[in-house]
C-alpha cells in the first residue's frame, strides 16, 4: 500500500516556469511532511518541510502548500532555474509519536530548459 | 566537517553472493538508518540503528542485516543476493532516532548480475 502518492512522475518546463508538484497521503497519524532533492549520483537533500499547524511555507524560491483537510501538499520552485534540474521526493512521517521514520514518495524529475 | 560517508561507491556481485556496505555518520550523529532505492522509485526503509540497538525495521527478508558498531559507523549485510537486489542503498544518519532530521549519504550503486 502505497502511503504517499506523488505526482507527476515527471515534469519538463522552461526557465522561469513554476513547477508544481503535488503529493497525497492517507495516515492521518503523518504531521511531517519534508520535501527532497536528489541530483544523480547522490542521495537526497533536505529542501523544505513543513507541519500541518501551519498551511504555506517559503524558503527562498521553494514554496510548500499544504491542505490539511484533503490530505495533500505541494512544492511550488518559482522562477525555475536549470540547476533545479533533479528529482524531487516528498515524504511524510511522525514527529511527535508512532513511526519516525518517513514514508517517501515515487519522486518527479524534473527538467529545467534553459 | 564530512557529511555521511558510505563505501564502496559502486559494486558489481553475483547471483547469490554476499555483500557487506559500510555507512560512517556524520561526526556526532548516533543514528543510521539504511534505505534501498530502486531506480524511479523512492528510498525504501530497510533498518534504523541507535546507540548500536536495532530501532526499526522495514519489510525486507531476513537476508537483509544489519549492525551499529561503537563508533557509530554502521555495516548493512545482504546474503543470497538476488537480481532484484540490484538498487542504490543510502545511509542517513541523525543525531537522535527520532524528531532529528536524516541526512543521506551518497549511496552504493549495487548491481547484482
Known amino acids: 500500500q502505497q502511503q504517499v502518492k506523488q505526482s507527476p512522475q515527471s515534469l519538463i518546463v522552461q526557465k522561469g516556469g513554476i513547477p508544481i508538484i503535488n503529493c497525497a497521503y492517507e495516515?492521518?497519524?503523518?504531521?511531517?511532511f519534508p520535501w527532497y532533492q536528489q541530483f544523480p549520483g547522490k542521495g537526497p537533500a533536505l529542501l523544505i518541510a513543513?507541519?500541518?499547524?501551519?498551511s504555506e511555507k517559503k524558503e527562498g524560491r521553494f514554496t510548500i502548500s499544504f491542505n490539511k483537510s484533503a490530505k495533500q501538499f505541494s512544492l511550488h520552485i518559482m522562477d525555475s532555474q536549470p540547476g533545479d534540474s533533479a528529482t524531487y521526493f516528498c515524504?511524510?512521517?511522525?514527529?511527535?509519536?508512532?513511526?519516525?521514520?518517513?514514508?517517501f514518495g515515487r519522486g518527479t524529475s524534473l527538467i529545467v530548459h534553459p | 566537517d564530512a557529511g555521511v560517508t558510505q563505501s564502496p561507491t559502486h559494486l558489481i556481485k553475483t547471483r547469490g553472493q554476499h555483500v557487506t556496505l559500510r555507512c560512517s555518520p556524520i561526526?556526532?550523529?548516533?543514528?543510521v538508518s539504511w534505505y534501498q532505492q530502486v531506480l524511479g522509485q523512492g528510498p525504501q526503509f530497510i533498518f534504523q540503528?541507535?546507540?548500536?540497538?536495532?530501532?526499526g525495521r522495514g519489510n525486507f527478508p531476513d537476508r537483509f542485516s544489519a549492525r551499529q558498531f561503537p563508533n557509530y559507523s554502521s555495516e548493512l549485510n545482504v546474503n543470497a543476493l538476488l537480481l532484484g537486489d540490484s538498487a542504490l542503498y543510502l545511509c542517513?544518519?541523525?543525531?537522535?532516532?527520532?524528531?532529528?532530521?536524516?541526512?543521506f549519504g551518497q549511496g552504493t550503486r549495487l548491481t547484482v548480475v
Open positions: 542517513a544518519s541523525s543525531f537522535e532516532d527520532r524528531r532529528a532530521e536524516a541526512f
Open positions: 495516515n492521518t497519524a503523518f504531521d511531517y
Open positions: 513543513i507541519r500541518p499547524d501551519v
Open positions: 515524504a511524510a512521517r511522525t514527529a511527535s509519536g508512532g513511526s519516525y521514520i518517513p514514508t
Open positions: 561526526s556526532g550523529h548516533k543514528s
Open positions: 540503528y541507535y546507540e548500536k540497538e536495532e530501532r
